[in-house]
């Protein structure tokens, strides 16, 4: 057994899953930089396109179940909270997935297995390829196996490290679920190392940009800035 093989062997292990096509797996660990020492590979970006929307699904779907009194507005908040940047890197080290990437010389010379936007990005394409090597039933598993209880996800959580949900929660009472609009106005960089510029719109009116090397990091930096705007200012 190679050492890439016990690598991704001990991964499996850990997040209680083996893959029946291995290839899958290896993709999704394949950062868009390795290109540059096997330009034949496929890296994971697709993957985390799909990896986005099933854990965005199965939270939802837990939520539902363990809170079932609860608002949509609040659930909404709570996926959010459990799904942002912070909480995708910081599950991505418990698992020690950065052990396994593939990254090119230069990423890897740049610290690219703690970068957190890189390990947020495998997070999401390895759970898209367990979706797609066996189904929406095995990768739900996998991810409540790796989340763990609810419940205190969230009581760990602060709206810091929520900004688009707490954005959200203040203003849907009072204008609706889609008076929020976040749009981007730039994007440069090559495809492993975009840097985007987001606006946060609110009923048609520019209210904080931000940028990062995610669309989710410059969507919450816009929030952010709305929220100087619209939460309340504690008395001094």
């Known amino acids: 057994m190679t050492d890439q093989d016990e690598g991704l062997a001990e991964l499996e292990s850990r997040i209680a899953y083996c893959f029946n096509d291995k290839q899958l797996l ?14 034949t590979s496929r890296h994971n970006q697709r993957l ?29 908040r709570s996926r959010s909270m459990l799904a942002n940047g912070d909480q995708l ?14 990254l090119g010389e230069a990423e890897e010379a740049q610290g690219g297995r703690e970068r957190d936007s890189i390990l947020e990005d495998a997070f999401e394409s390895l759970i898209g390829a367990v979706y797609l090597d066996s ?35 203040l203003l849907q009472p009072d204008l609706g679920n889609d008076a929020i609009e976040y749009k981007v106005t730039a994007e440069s960089g090559p ?7 987001i606006e946060v719109w609110v009923d048609g009116v520019c209210k904080g940009s931000g940028s990062g090397a995610s669309k989710k990091l410059a969507e919450e930096q816009a929030a952010r800035m709305a929220l100087e705007i619209f939460e309340p200012t504690p008395d001094s």
């Open 26 to 39: 290896v993709r999704s660990l394949t950062h868009p930089s390795y290109l540059t020492v096997d330009p």
């Open 48 to 76: 985390e396109f799909l990896g986005d929307a099933v854990i965005g699904l199965i939270l939802a779907e837990a939520l539902f179940e363990q809170f079932p009194e609860e608002r949509e507005g609040t659930l909404t």
């Open 89 to 102: 890197s910081g599950l991505a080290r418990e698992i020690d997935l950065g052990s396994v990437l593939r």
């Open 135 to 169: 189904g929406l039933e095995s990768v739900s598993t996998v991810v409540r196996q790796i989340y763990g209880p609810l419940v205190e996800r969230l009581e760990n959580q602060t709206d810091s490290h929520n900004p688009k949900g707490r954005l959200q929660e």
């Open 191 to 197: 495809d492993h190392e975009k840097e985007f510029t």
